[in-house]
Structure formats: structure tokens, C-alpha cells
């Protein structure tokens, strides 16, 4: 009894040294320019596509006019994409390796809620502007839109379930911990993919049948492409910050299953 308990006892030290010890070595002011570079990109990207669709396409409006759709790129690079990145790394801040792991999961709750009221805004917008004139999620954009858009609110329904709820049990979290993880990267790949095809299919209806078509590349052409691959350049990343294994908070599964 006395072996097992000592042995119980170095097993638990293990863990300790291996969930701690990782902070003594990895240098977290490496974490700040990436942080910087980030949101620097993260801030061309809304700022770009807020002055595109202000420049080139007329403003915005909250009727049934052109002006009304306007909102809808706004919305979703700002939510899909740029917000729902940070939301993604809260967890790869070097603050959240320490303390409790309370704060970090609800801040990553508020963020991934915040996306979702975005995202319905959004969709209100296209939806609205389409009406009964123009037909409806027939296009590629479309059908990857709608399933970022599902597995988005899917995602923060069974996060909340398993992660924050008190009487979550343990083994579920330890379960679907992998599985949340692993959505989480395929939500901001197909965001990704949907604001791309999205601006290309605006510029393709837009620029149809214009003094300087598409093909010309013409400013507004030249300036929604830089727009698509800023987006590209956040998506990738956000992705290249959630593969880093330095940047993963260090813990055991013991600690994890308790938090």
C-alpha cells in the first residue's frame, strides 16, 4: 500500500513537472509579433472589404436596394473569418497556461457567440437583398457558407455542453475535446474558402458586361483580389498558430479533465 501510494505520489509530480515545466522554456514574448502581425492582417481585412464594398459598391443600406447586401461580406469577414481566428487561439495566448481555465472558455464563448450574431446578420442582409427575384443557395459559394455557418452553431452548442456546463462529466470533455479541435480548423478552412469564392463571384456578376470587364483586371478587380488573399493570409495563419506545439497550453490529461 505504502509503494502504491508513493508511486501515486511521483505519478502525480510527473504530471505536474510535464503540464508546468514547458513555461520555463518556451519564450512567450514570441507569441506578442505574431499577435501583431495577426491582427495587423486581421485589421486589412476588414478594413479592405468595408472600403471595398463603400467605394465600388455603393455603400450600405438596411432596405431592399443593392445597398443592403453590402453588409453581407462585411459581416462574415469580420465574423467567419477574422473574429472566429481570434476566437480560435484564446488558448494559445501565454496568459491562459496559468490560473484557472474558467475565464479563458468563457471569453472563447462570448468571441464564438459574437461570430454567430455576425453570421445571422449577415445572412439576413443576402437574404433580404435576394427576395423573390434572385434564386438561392445554388451556388458553390453558397453551400460552403451554409456549412461553415452550421458547423459554426453546431459547434458552440457542443462546446458549451461539454465544456461549460458544471455537470458536464469528465470523460466527455477528454472525448470530444479532439473532435472540437478538429472542427474548430475546418470551420475557419471553409470560411476561408467561402469569402474567396464569394468575392469572386461578386466580381464576376459585377464587372460583367463593364467598360473594363473582369479579365482586364480593372481597380476594383485588382483591390477585391488583394482583398481575397488577405483573407488567405489570416486563414493560414491562425491555422500555422493552432499546429505549434509550443503555443499549446501545457497540461495533462489529468489537469484537462478537471477543468
Known sequence: VVICS????????????RAWFPLRVMPAFQFLPFSALLGTVGFLCVTFVSFWTQHWRGGFAWDRSAKVFNWHPVFM?????????????????PRSWT??????KLLHAALTL?????????????????GKSIA?????????????????????????AAFLLPWSPAWLRLLYKPIHVFFG???????MAASISGINEKLFFSLTNKTIPYERLPPEAWFANSLGMLIL???LLVLWALATPAWKRPES?????QQ
Open 114 to 130: 459574437a461570430v454567430f450574431v455576425l453570421v445571422v446578420l449577415g445572412l439576413v442582409a443576402v437574404f433580404q437583398y435576394h
Open 6 to 17: 508513493e508511486s501515486r505520489g511521483a505519478q502525480a509530480g510527473l504530471y505536474k513537472r
Open 233 to 235: 493570409v489570416f486563414g
Open 253 to 257: 490529461e489529468l489537469l484537462e479533465a
Open 136 to 160: 438561392n443557395m445554388y451556388s458553390l459559394h453558397s453551400w460552403l457558407g451554409l456549412a461553415a455557418v452550421l458547423l459554426c452553431s453546431c459547434q458552440w452548442l457542443m462546446g458549451f
Open 185 to 191: 480548423s475546418t470551420i475557419l478552412a471553409l470560411s
Open 77 to 93: 469577414v469580420t465574423g467567419l473569418v477574422v473574429l472566429y481566428g481570434a476566437a480560435v487561439l484564446v488558448y494559445r495566448v
Open 99 to 104: 490560473g484557472p481555465k474558467l475565464p479563458w
